[in-house]
Structure formats: structure tokens, C-alpha cells
């Protein structure tokens, strides 16, 4: 089964809207961290946000939000007030505390956001 | 400045040139790891290490391999390299801690002709 599942190959967002990009997670540990990555065309990785499994509130970087949603397993990123320069790939990331060393990505979204 | 280097950023070969991609990192992180991302597939984690000669396999390890000999450095080598393993390659390190972030370095492309 796929650890991290990502839903939407692609999404469109008007500029200056708010966007949410999807994520699921399968994990059977009470541990764990949940992360996105956003990685613009020239290729690089950028990290935006985390969410502990522990945690109470919904974090925050900005204009980045992360729904979390425990019992759905689910933690869905999302943009307020879209920018151009948040056209971009954007990937989720679990990684467990007890059951492993590894890091699960999913297969990411291509957001673009239209002026 | 703390950072993840690996080089080259790009590179051309040829079907069994063996051939290593360096990973550095100045941030002391104990934990550091290998993925290769792939149209559609996001990325894979191919190996990781917990630590100074210890290392473990990812989802994607054949054809593969890595050490690390020291805590900076955590170089891939391809023996025998495929076309079937031209892809994006991406070293990231972070501290033991399951509660920090990777930081990446900025990816070698990697082709195999």
C-alpha cells in the first residue's frame, strides 16, 4: 500500500485564491512527522511546513496553512492568496518514528497558478 | 552557510561507465539519504543512513550502491550503469530526529545512454 498518496496530478488556482492540495497518509505508528516540499521549475527542493502526529493545532508557515486531519489521515496543504511564483511541483512527506528510518514521498501536484 | 552539496549537477554517460555523484553536507546531520524522483513517481528513497557506516536499503537500492566513511559525506556509485537509471537524483541529510526536515542539495540529472 502506498504510504503517502497524493490525488491530484494537477491543479489550476486563480491568482490571489486560496488553493488546497491533497494528501493521505497510511501509517499504523502513533509517531510521526508529516512534511511538504515545493519544487519550482528550476529543480530544486524547498521545505514549508510540518505537522507532528502530537500536535493539537493546524501549523502554520505564512500563507501556509496544514489541514490536519488525524482520523482521516489525512494532512492537506493549504495556500492562501495564490502568487505567481507558487506555480510549482509540491510534495508530501511522511516519515515514522518508531517503524523507520525512511522517508515516504508522494507523487506530488502540479500547481499553476493563472494570473 | 549550511548546506547539502553534490556534484555534478548534470552528467552524461554511457551504459556501464561506472560513475559516483558526491554528497556533502556541513550541518553535522547524522542522518543522510539518497532518492531519485521519476515523472510520475514522485521520489524514491533508493538508500539512507542512520549514521558513520551504517546504512540501509530504500525502495529502489538495485544497481545502487553508497557509503559512508565519514559523517559529511555520503557519495552514490553506479558499477554498472543503465538507461533505466536515468533519472533526477537528489541527496537530503537531517538530524536523527523524525521531526525535521530533509534538506536537499540541488539534484544531479543523470543520463545514460
Known amino acids: 500500500a502506498q504510504k503517502i498518496t497524493q490525488t491530484q496530478p494537477g491543479m489550476f488556482v486563480q491568482e490571489k485564491e486560496a488553493v488546497t492540495l491533497d494528501c493521505t497518509y497510511d501509517t499504523s505508528d502513533q509517531s510521526y512527522g508529516l512534511f511538504w516540499y515545493k519544487q519550482p521549475s528550476s529543480g530544486e527542493m524547498i521545505f514549508l511546513i510540518y505537522q507532528g502526529s502530537y500536535d493539537e493545532q493546524n501549523a502554520t508557515e505564512g500563507r501556509y496553512s496544514l489541514n490536519f486531519q488525524k482520523a482521516r489521515k489525512s494532512a492537506n496543504l493549504v495556500i492562501s492568496a495564490s502568487q505567481l511564483g507558487d506555480s510549482a511541483m509540491y510534495f508530501c512527506a511522511m516519515r515514522e518514528a518508531n517503524t523507520g528510518n525512511q522517508f515516504y514521498f508522494g507523487t506530488g501536484t502540479s500547481l499553476t497558478v493563472i494570473p | 552557510e549550511a548546506q547539502v552539496t553534490q556534484n555534478p549537477r548534470y552528467l552524461i554517460t554511457v551504459t556501464g561507465k561506472k560513475l559516483t555523484v558526491t554528497c556533502s553536507q556541513n550541518m553535522n546531520h547524522e542522518y543522510m539519504s539518497w532518492y531519485r524522483q521519476d515523472p510520475g513517481l514522485g521520489l524514491r528513497q533508493i538508500y539512507y543512513s542512520m549514521n558513520v557506516e551504517v546504512t540501509d536499503k530504500g525502495d529502489v537500492p538495485e544497481g545502487y550502491k553508497v557509503s559512508r566513511k565519514e559523517k559529511r559525506n555520503f557519495p552514490l556509485i553506479l558499477e554498472s550503469p543503465s538507461p533505466n537509471q536515468t533519472s533526477l537524483y537528489f541527496c537530503?541529510?537531517?538530524?536523527?530526529?523524525?521531526?525535521?526536515?530533509?534538506?536537499f542539495g540541488n539534484g544531479t540529472r543523470l543520463t545514460v545512454t
Open positions: 537530503a541529510s537531517t538530524p536523527s530526529i523524525y521531526n525535521s526536515p530533509l534538506h
